[in-house]
């Protein structure tokens, strides 16, 4: 290979490479997208260079204009990442060269590919999780709105997927915003801890020369700088972090999707999907498939495939730098864009998701979700708990026998199971009065529901 891509490497060696081998070797095909991140690590590099009297600061200067060229070039799409590149450093070194001359070759001064790509991935990082961060925002969000409007929302909740206790809606919604909360805090977590700058650890070694890493890290908005040449090169610790906050916020995502896909069957009709967010049959007129619940709970699989191949990537690794890292960039990118296509779709369809109050009300009245309420109303009369609760599972009983339910079980029957009942025993059942009194911190209570919208409203700010 000749011209101005030549191998950074050259000198020691007698032949080119070999040209399959080339494309095996090289990333060019997947780390090009760290142009800009790579461009900014070198600036702060030379300008800290020419700053120590390490090399000139007409050099310095030159350096700065011609990365700011191409940076700007690259935006503007007038000037194409060269696939026959190794990389996006060999890349972006080799075009300076070629605009600036000389200088250009100074700016590798100090500096390893191995400091370097672990600083550019770490910029790059930092930088793709921020509209993850704000489209949960936008979830948490289009959550807390619908929360509001079904605080008084009765619907079954359940243990088992058995019909279990009423709850409200809102309060359900409010579970995801929680989780979507706790995954937030996640991602931030992890931006922390790749915030720092490895630059000055060169290939493993450090270098001999007086470099300012401490300048570098600022310039960048970094918080500070790694404390181990070999750990600064071969840390990517950052990528299973953000792989596995990544993987646990696809959990949360599939186990939302897959109740969309129960709730709009027909067996719970607790919910329609908006026409603009379903897929129809090619074959069955009447299908409106929630294919896009369906996909999010799907490429869960993927981003855990992608935490996987972080961790077993590293796990063998002696230090410092070995080309297995090179494999970290499409595993860590693959889960990012996926849960960023995830939630591209997701958000929206929740927003305009169609919520059938009746069908939820209907569903919690027909499955004794009242019983522990009607256990508890005996526990009011004076009656221990374990009394109360085997009297109850008697009028259960008696209700399957004869069809009816709990509200519609005459209180004569009730009363002959336990002459402790009287007539204020159906409003002690009541749905919304089991749900209203469920007032406990953390319950489906309408007025917590409200205060807890509240709460995340303020947190988001
Ligand atoms: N493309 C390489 C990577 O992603 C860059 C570092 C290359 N360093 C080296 N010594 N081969 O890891």
Redo the contacts with the bound molecule.
């Keep these: 290979m000749s011209g101005v891509y030549m191998k950074l490497w050259a000198g020691r060696f007698q032949k080119e490479i070999d040209k399959k081998t080339n494309d095996f070797n090289s ?1 060019i095909t997947f ?1 090009s997208r760290m142009a800009q991140e790579d461009i900014a690590g070198s600036m702060a590099h030379a300008a800290m260079l020419a700053k120590q009297g390490i090399i000139s600061k007409e050099d310095g200067e030159r350096i700065r204009e011609g990365l700011a060229g191409i940076a700007g070039d690259l935006a503007a799409g007038t000037l194409e990442i060269d696939p026959e590149a ?2 996006i ?1 060999t890349f972006v070194e080799g075009e300076l060269t070629a605009r600036i001359g000389d200088a250009g070759k100074r700016l590798h001064t100090g500096r ?3 400091d ?2 672990a600083l550019d991935i770490r910029l790059y990082l930092r930088g793709a999780v921020q509209p993850i961060r704000e489209q949960l925002h936008d979830l948490i969000r289009v959550l807390c709105d619908k929360a509001e409007a079904h605080a008084h929302t009765i619907m079954p909740g359940y243990t088992h997927l058995q019909r279990a206790q009423p709850i409200t809606f809102g309060h359900h919604l409010m579970a995801y915003a929680e989780m979507f909360l706790r995954d937030i805090s996640r991602l931030d977590d992890a931006v922390k801890r790749m915030n720092v700058s490895p630059l000055g650890s060169s ?1 493993l070694a450090g270098t001999t020369y007086p470099l300012d890493r401490e300048t570098v890290a600022h310039t960048l908005e970094m918080d500070g700088i790694t404390h181990n040449s070999l750990d600064g090169v071969s840390d990517r610790d950052f990528c299973v972090e953000l792989a596995a906050a990544l993987s646990l916020m696809m959990v949360h995502l599939s186990r939302f999707s897959e109740e969309i896909i129960l709730w709009c069957s027909w067996e719970f009709k607790f919910i329609e999907l908006d026409d603009a967010f379903s897929t129809g049959s090619s074959i069955m007129p009447q299908k409106k498939n929630p294919d896009i619940a369906e996909l999010v709970r799907g490429k869960s699989g993927r981003v855990f495939g992608d935490l996987m191949t972080l961790l077993t990537m590293l796990k063998g690794l002696p230090l410092a ?1 070995n ?1 297995d ?2 494999e ?2 499409e595993a860590v990118f693959d889960a990012l864009d996926t849960v960023h296509m995830c939630l591209t779709a997701f958000v929206p369809m929740i927003d305009t998701m169609k919520v059938l109050p009746d069908n939820m009300r209907r569903a919690a009245a027909g499955g004794f979700i009242n019983a522990t309420d009607c256990a508890d109303y005996l526990v009011g009369k004076g009656l221990p708990f374990r009394d109360a609760y085997k009297a109850t599972g008697t009028l259960v009983a008696l209700c399957i026998d004869k069809g009816l339910t709990l509200e519609t079980l005459p209180l004569a029957d009730y009363q002959e199971v336990c002459p402790l009942f009287a007539e204020d025993v159906f409003d002690a059942i009541r749905l919304e009065r089991c749900a209203a009194m469920r007032r406990v911190p953390g319950g489906p209570a309408p007025e917590n529901v409200l205060a807890e919208v509240e709460r995340v409203r303020r947190l988001l700010g």
Excluded: C, L, T, W
Aim: hydrophobic share 20%.
């Design positions: 990333s780390d190794e990389d450093h390893s590919r191995n370097q790509v290939a730098y080309k890292m090179q970290d960039k």
